[in-house]
């Protein structure tokens, strides 16, 4: 049986011949990721083979020199019978990427949502004094306890078995004297902690944006709303598909379905924990949290079935769920902390936009038509005002978070964010995050450089490179075409950076999708794009795009450029809003009540218009007379 060693962990196993690589390496405990779920397209199981002899499939993604120099797909490359080394590329850094700050918070505060913000966390703490135990009086300790509660907060509050239990000793160990955090809502009220003693008590929240690719965990002191610290790292089910559709195909057996689940409880609690290690807190001061994520995130995180998501008629096992406990969840803070999770509108328009869309105006009275547009893997899209609210989904693929692309990265330190290629030589100037040695490309650098290539002349509008001018940047193998952004030597990873038509095509396709689903949606309102009075753009990378480039490329409509506002991840910000204040809450499901949607693979014209859109800027170039 051959033996199969990983470098540089220098982990054997001994495997069958036929064995895929990425599965001898699940068996020797070596982690490669595989996001495409093993279809061979996203590159990122890359690996090298230093000794021995192995199969693979070839690659459209892997140059002829790469593949000369050993590199194979991992999970397209089968174990011969002989003995081989596989050394483990390194791994693209995984720092946090943007999320926004109390700063930020406070820019669109004042820019979007004028007016007092209402801090009513949904957490209260309240100072008792609980009368004595008189003779012959007929009252339980918990008797006197709840009507102490209900003179400060004229409610009926459930109480657990957990805190009768200690109910008799806090009672009188001050006195009477006591603090209890009570979780007040419409449907219910209950008890979430009780403490002796009237000492001020710190209180904490988290906002939780959970997607796709990334997860962002924000801590908040409660009730003031100050904005402590966010972290942000991968969402830890990407291993088993870089989509949502990959992981609703992962997660066809229960175990897999259980697998996801603990995949991203283990991402969520890992960056919990680094919150509490670093600011040194109590982990059971965490007293409530607010997730916000699209449909099928929010059933892998509850375990529930996501099949039906993606089946005719498209129907998820919920939308909108009741306030649950964290312990029931299975986050790592208070164990009664209740926690409320964004809901949906549809399988593919979730509580990751109804959360978004309280940082817009679409959430006012306003009479003007506003545009909400979130772009990541899927591209989600909200039109309306205060009479109406429509909102359609398209799949625009991982290409603008790094994903589906070879030296494709998340926009964190070391991310080329823009690139500037010269007319004449083709040489590029890059710029990266941080200014580090560049690792890899993140969305807003794959638009800038697109834009850049179309606007040089150096690619033309279907994406193709012009091979009549020779250049050493652009290399041709066959039909394939790649594009070289830094050698080995100039990058940190010590790989040589390339793009190739094959990439490039993938991003166009996930910009017409997202442009064609935008005129489309505007088309069935009778109205055009200078009807729109503010067209906010929203998603992690959005900080870091370039206007005019995305306008270049036929991402965005070619209008008046200050109609376009960029808020960056509102999920987490709806998050944030959600969480100090329970009337956020209620503007929310009033707005996911009012939202009609509208399912594109069902018209015939969305075909038409996505077509028209796979081109750079667009076939029709009266739309983009800037550009022309």
Same mark, same amino acid.
């Given at each position: 049986?051959?033996? /199969?060693?990983?470098?540089?962990?220098?982990?054997?196993? *001994?495997?069958? !011949?036929?064995?895929?690589?990425?599965?001898?390496?699940?068996?020797?405990?070596?982690?490669?990721?595989?996001?495409?779920?093993?279809?061979?397209?996203?590159?990122?199981?890359?690996?090298?083979?230093?000794?021995? *002899? !192995?199969?693979?499939?070839?690659?459209?993604?892997?140059?002829?020199?790469?593949?000369?120099?050993?590199?194979?797909?991992?999970?397209?490359?089968?174990?011969?019978?002989?003995?081989?080394?596989?050394?483990?590329?390194?791994?693209?850094?995984?720092?946090?990427?943007?999320?926004?700050?109390?700063?930020?918070?406070?820019?669109?505060?004042?820019?979007?949502?004028?007016?007092?913000?209402?801090?009513?966390?949904?957490?209260?703490?309240?100072? =008792?004094?609980?009368?004595?135990?008189?003779?012959?009086?007929?009252?339980?300790?918990?008797?006197?306890?709840?009507?102490?509660?209900?003179?400060?907060?004229?409610?009926?509050?459930?109480?657990? =078995?957990?805190?009768?239990?200690?109910?008799? +000793?806090?009672?009188?160990?001050?006195?009477?004297?006591?603090?209890?955090? /009570?979780?007040?809502?419409?449907?219910?009220?209950?008890?979430?902690?009780?403490?002796?003693?009237?000492?001020?008590?710190?209180?904490?929240?988290?906002?939780?944006?959970?997607?796709?690719?990334?997860?962002?965990?924000?801590?908040?002191?409660?009730?003031?709303?100050?904005?402590?610290?966010?972290?942000?790292?991968?969402?830890?089910?990407?291993?088993?598909?870089?989509?949502?559709?990959?992981?609703?195909?992962? $997660?066809?057996?229960?175990?897999?379905?259980?697998?996801?689940?603990?995949?991203?409880?283990?991402?969520?609690?890992?960056?919990?924990?680094?919150?509490?290690?670093? =600011?040194?807190?109590?982990?059971?001061?965490?007293?409530?949290?607010?997730?916000?994520?699209?449909?099928?995130?929010?059933?892998?995180?509850?375990?529930?079935?996501?099949?039906? +998501?993606?089946?005719?008629?498209?129907?998820?096992?919920?939308?909108?769920?009741?306030?649950?406990?964290a312990g029931e969840i299975g986050l790592n803070i208070h164990p009664h902390a209740p926690v409320h999770i964004s809901p949906a509108v549809g399988s593919y328009?979730?509580?990751?936009?109804? $959360?978004?869309?309280?940082?817009?105006?679409?959430?006012?009275?306003?009479?003007?038509?506003?545009?909400?547009?979130?772009?990541?893997?899927?591209?989600?899209?909200?039109?309306?005002?205060?009479?109406?609210?429509?909102?359609?989904?398209?799949?625009?693929?991982? $290409?603008?978070?790094?994903?589906?692309?070879?030296?494709?990265?998340?926009?964190?330190?070391?991310?080329?964010?823009?690139?500037?290629?010269?007319?004449?030589?083709? /040489?590029?100037?890059?710029?990266?995050?941080?200014?580090?040695?560049?690792?890899?490309?993140?969305?807003s650098g794959i638009i800038s450089l697109l834009a850049s290539l179309f606007s040089s002349g150096w690619i033309d509008s279907a994406g193709k490179f012009d091979?009549?001018?020779?250049?050493?940047?652009?290399?041709?193998?066959?039909?394939?075409?790649?594009?070289?952004?830094?050698?080995?030597?100039?990058?940190?990873?010590?790989?040589?950076?390339?793009?190739?038509?094959?990439?490039?095509?993938?991003?166009?396709?996930?910009?017409?999708?997202?442009?064609?689903?935008?005129?489309?949606?505007?088309?069935?309102?009778?109205?055009?794009?200078?009807?729109i009075a503010s067209f906010y753009i929203a998603g992690g990378f959005g900080h870091f795009l370039n206007l005019e480039d995305c306008i270049t490329i036929g991402?965005?409509?070619?209008? *008046?450029?200050?109609?376009?506002?960029?808020?960056?991840?509102?999920?987490?910000?709806?998050?944030?809003?959600?969480?100090?204040?329970?009337?956020?809450?209620?503007?929310?499901?009033? =707005?996911?009540?009012?939202?009609?949607?509208?399912?594109?693979?069902?018209?015939?014209?969305?075909?038409?218009?996505?077509? $028209?859109?796979?081109?750079?800027?667009?076939?029709?170039?009266?739309?983009?007379?800037?550009?022309?």
């Amino acid at each position: 049986m051959p033996t /199969v060693r990983f470098l540089p962990s220098n982990q054997s196993v *001994d495997v069958p !011949v036929g064995t895929e690589l990425i599965d001898a390496a699940l068996k020797a405990g070596v982690e490669i990721s595989a996001p495409c779920g093993t279809k061979g397209t996203c590159g990122k199981c890359v690996v090298k083979v230093t000794e021995g *002899d !192995v199969k693979g499939e070839e690659s459209l993604s892997l140059s002829k020199e790469a593949v000369k120099e050993g590199y194979v797909h991992a999970c397209k490359t089968i174990v011969r019978n002989r003995n081989f080394t596989i050394e483990i590329p390194q791994q693209t850094s995984k720092r946090s990427q943007f999320a926004p700050s109390e700063h930020d918070l406070m820019r669109i505060k004042a820019e979007l949502l004028p007016g007092e913000w209402e801090m009513h966390p949904m957490v209260k703490s309240v100072a =008792l004094v609980v009368d004595k135990p008189q003779p012959e009086d007929g009252q339980s300790d918990l008797d006197r306890f709840l009507q102490s509660l209900r003179n400060n907060i004229e409610k009926d509050i459930k109480v657990s =078995l957990d805190y009768l239990k200690q109910l008799a +000793i806090t009672l009188r160990q001050d006195n009477g004297r006591l603090t209890a955090f /009570v979780f007040c809502h419409e449907e219910e009220n209950y008890l979430v902690d009780i403490k002796p003693g009237h000492e001020k008590s710190d209180q904490y929240g988290l906002a939780i944006d959970l997607g796709t690719t990334s997860v962002s965990v924000q801590l908040v002191s409660l009730p003031s709303g100050k904005i402590l610290k966010t972290v942000t790292d991968y969402n830890q089910q990407i291993s088993c598909g870089v989509d949502i559709i990959g992981r609703i195909n992962y $997660a066809q057996r229960p175990d897999r379905l259980e697998e996801l689940k603990n995949r991203v409880l283990k991402t969520f609690n890992g960056l919990i924990q680094k919150l509490i290690d670093e =600011l040194q807190l109590e982990r059971e001061k965490i007293y409530s949290a607010v997730i916000s994520g699209n449909t099928t995130m929010t059933h892998l995180l509850l375990g529930l079935t996501p099949e039906y +998501i993606r089946l005719e008629p498209y129907t998820p096992t919920i939308l909108n769920l009741e306030i649950q406990k964290a312990g029931e969840i299975g986050l790592n803070i208070h164990p009664h902390a209740p926690v409320h999770i964004s809901p949906a509108v549809g399988s593919y328009v979730g509580g990751d936009i109804t $959360a978004g869309l309280l940082c817009t105006d679409l959430a006012s009275d306003s009479e003007e038509i506003n545009l909400f547009l979130d772009i990541g893997t899927n591209g989600e899209l909200v039109v309306g005002n205060n009479e109406f609210i429509m909102t359609c989904a398209c799949s625009a693929g991982p $290409a603008f978070e790094g994903g589906g692309i070879m030296c494709g990265m998340r926009a964190s330190g070391g991310a080329i964010e823009s690139v500037k290629i010269d007319a004449e030589t083709g /040489v590029p100037v890059l710029k990266t995050i941080h200014g580090a040695k560049p690792q890899g490309i993140c969305g807003s650098g794959i638009i800038s450089l697109l834009a850049s290539l179309f606007s040089s002349g150096w690619i033309d509008s279907a994406g193709k490179f012009d091979r009549s001018r020779l250049n050493p940047r652009i290399r041709v193998e066959g039909r394939q075409a790649f594009y070289l952004l830094a050698n080995g030597d100039e990058s940190e990873t010590g790989n040589p950076l390339l793009i190739s038509e094959a990439e490039i095509e993938n991003v166009i396709r996930a910009k017409a999708a997202i442009y064609s689903a935008c005129s489309l949606m505007l088309n069935q309102l009778d109205i055009g794009f200078e009807s729109i009075a503010s067209f906010y753009i929203a998603g992690g990378f959005g900080h870091f795009l370039n206007l005019e480039d995305c306008i270049t490329i036929g991402l965005l409509p070619d209008i *008046d450029r200050n109609k376009f506002k960029f808020i960056g991840n509102s999920s987490l910000l709806g998050s944030y809003m959600l969480l100090i204040s329970k009337e956020y809450q209620q503007k929310q499901k009033a =707005l996911s009540n009012r939202m009609t949607y509208l399912d594109l693979s069902t018209d015939p014209a969305y075909m038409d218009h996505y077509t $028209a859109a796979l081109f750079l800027p667009h076939t029709d170039l009266s739309r983009f007379p800037s550009h022309t």
